[in-house]
């Protein structure tokens, strides 16, 4: 029989395939996380992982054992996770984080919507930059964030959308765009698009700044921000544009940038995020909440 602390660490290492991320996740030292993979290896009888200078990848055994023991371990832990609610409730802490202030209004009041159903739960909202959300989740710092979509990231689970806002593109006041009453995709190929860190998820990236319009026309990048406001005065600036959701004509309303709606642009979507392997019953209460709030 595999231990919990074996089952954890090997399922961690599986998901991360980097031993000082899985000893930050599991708050043990790398050397705590080496000692149990080596004696679980000793146990099974072949090696679960291949080990390099620069890189570590399962084994083609230690892929059969990930998929036959995730599935059952994510069902022992929604059961006892349902007993813990079942026997006392919700209790405790949920730290949620947001960006900007439309999406913090709306937390506000599933925060409260929440505390009204779960009022042995606290609730710690959080406000963070676009580049905090992937690092706060993997690190455990908050539980929930409400980002943009799409996040396409094995490792993060996503809600139902729960705010879809027309797309409309920020330019500086001076631009010949600012006079225009809609822009279409097409139009990008005749502008610098800012660019998002390549630290976020590639498919939201590929979403906000792509690289070339719907008919294959290339998109000249330009220089990259890591926060919104950033974004607004590097257009400010006169040194790009960008897409953004249709909120920010309400809450970043500047003389120096004017925001043009799309005429064929799909809607942005936000909704809330959380680790895969952190569905806890708190958070599937408050991602109910959430929903609930909107509908």
């Known amino acids: 029989m595999m231990e919990r602390h074996e089952l954890e660490a090997f399922l961690t ?4 395939l980097h031993f000082g991320r899985t000893a930050e996740r599991l708050r043990v030292s790398t050397a705590r996380i080496s000692q149990t993979i080596a004696k679980l290896e000793r146990r099974v009888g072949v090696p679960l ?49 947001f960006v900007g202030a439309a999406s913090g209004q709306l937390l506000v009041g599933a925060t409260e919507l929440f505390r009204g159903r779960h009022p042995d739960c606290d609730v710690q909202l959080r406000e963070a930059q676009m580049i ?19 996040i396409d990231e094995p490792d993060i689970a996503t809600g139902p959308v729960l705010v879809s806002e027309a797309r409309i ?37 590929e979403d906000r700044t792509p690289r070339t319009t719907p008919s294959g026309r290339p998109i000249e990048p330009g ?7 950033e974004v607004l005065t590097l257009i400010g600036a006169g040194q790009g544009v960008f897409p953004v959701g249709a909120h920010a004509r309400r809450y970043y ?25 952190g569905a806890t019953a708190r958070v599937r209460a408050f991602a109910e909440a959430a929903h609930d709030l909107v509908t």
Not at 13 to 16: I, N, Q, S, V
Not at 132 to 150: C, Y
Not at 169 to 175: G, N, R
């Open 13 to 16: 290492l599986a998901e991360e």
């Open 49 to 97: 992982f291949n080990r390099t200078s620069r890189r570590v990848e399962l084994t083609a055994a230690g892929q059969r054992l990930y998929e036959g023991v995730r599935p059952a371990w994510d069902q022992i832990t929604a059961a006892f996770e349902q007993a813990v609610v079942a026997g006392r409730g919700l209790t405790g802490m949920l730290r949620v984080a």
């Open 132 to 150: 905090d959300l992937m690092p706060w989740l993997r690190a455990g710092e908050v539980d929930l964030a409400m980002g943009t979509f799409p």
């Open 169 to 205: 593109l920020a330019v500086p006041s001076q631009h010949p765009f600012a006079g225009r009453a809609s822009v279409s995709l097409e139009d990008l190929a005749r502008v610098k698009l800012l660019q998002l860190p390549g630290t976020l998820p590639g498919a939201l990236r």
């Open 223 to 229: 220089p990259s921000a890591s926060t919104f406001n």
């Open 253 to 277: 309303a500047r003389p120096d940038v004017v925001y043009v709606p799309f005429s064929d642009a799909p809607p942005l979507l936000w909704g809330l995020l959380w680790r895969a392997d």
